[in-house]
């Protein structure tokens, strides 16, 4: 519960700062072009979903080397999925926007890749917040959320108050990047634990 209200203030701070410092107009806009963001994490969810069971019998059976590959095939795709999307994005991203929400929005594609490119790193740390509960380390995702959170405190306002909403959207990418790094670090810390753990009672 602790991890869903933390995740869930780093996914909205730029909001609630945009609001503070440049109004509604701005948290307008900027529901706007955030609406890609999640579009990675659900694409990847699709293919990633139906294999958490596997991942976890694979985990349980101490089977690390296929578990290990899953989580790299996993990550590379969701890097594929970042670089393909963030492409699509620069080149048609705000035309549709436009069209759908019936706004000018010319000025923000350099916004919208950004918070596209974000939304790579949530997928990222998503996924590893899944693989981190299966091994038993869900104070981890809840650690790395928190950092990032921290670090948004600092951040967020200066950016807005300099560059506006291209400011809130590299906000968001800081605080993505730092969660997804964090989320890596702790589930090598994680799989190279169980490692050790394995070779102890092999050893014993």
């Known amino acids: 519960?602790?991890?869903?209200?933390?995740?869930?203030?780093?996914?909205?701070?730029?909001?609630?700062?945009?609001?503070?410092?440049?109004?509604n107009d701005a948290v307008a806009v900027y529901g706007f072009i955030s609406m890609p963001v999640f579009a990675i994490s659900l694409l990847s969810s699709f293919i990633y979903n139906p294999q958490i069971l596997d991942l976890s019998n694979d985990y349980h059976d101490k089977n690390i080397c296929k578990y290990k590959k899953r989580i790299v095939t996993q990550i590379v795709i969701i890097l594929g999925l970042t670089v393909l999307t963030s492409i699509i994005t620069w080149?048609?991203?705000?035309?549709?926007?436009?069209?759908?929400?019936?706004?000018?929005?010319?000025?923000?594609?350099?916004?919208?890749?950004?918070?596209?490119?974000?939304?790579?790193?949530?997928?990222?740390?998503?996924?590893?917040?899944?693989?981190?509960?299966?091994?038993?380390?869900?104070?981890?995702?809840l650690l790395a959320y928190s950092i990032a959170v921290s670090v948004s405190f600092f951040i967020y306002r200066p950016l807005i108050e300099h560059i506006g909403i291209d400011g809130a959207s590299i906000g968001f990418f800081f605080v993505m990047l730092i969660n997804a790094i964090l989320s890596i670090i702790f589930e090598c810390f994680s799989l190279r634990s169980l490692f050790k753990n394995i070779g102890r009672v092999n050893n014993a």
Do not use: Q
């Not at 594609?109 to 299966?134: D, E």
């Open 91 to 141: 080149l048609i991203g705000i035309p549709i926007l436009e069209l759908v929400f019936a706004v000018n929005l010319k000025s923000y594609r350099f916004a919208l890749t950004i918070l596209v490119i974000s939304g790579g790193f949530l997928a990222i740390a998503s996924y590893l917040n899944v693989t981190l509960v299966v091994e038993k380390r869900p104070i981890l995702p």
């Open 1 to 23: 519960m602790l991890t869903a209200f933390v995740s869930f203030y780093a996914l909205n701070a730029a909001k609630f700062y945009l609001d503070s410092v440049l109004g």
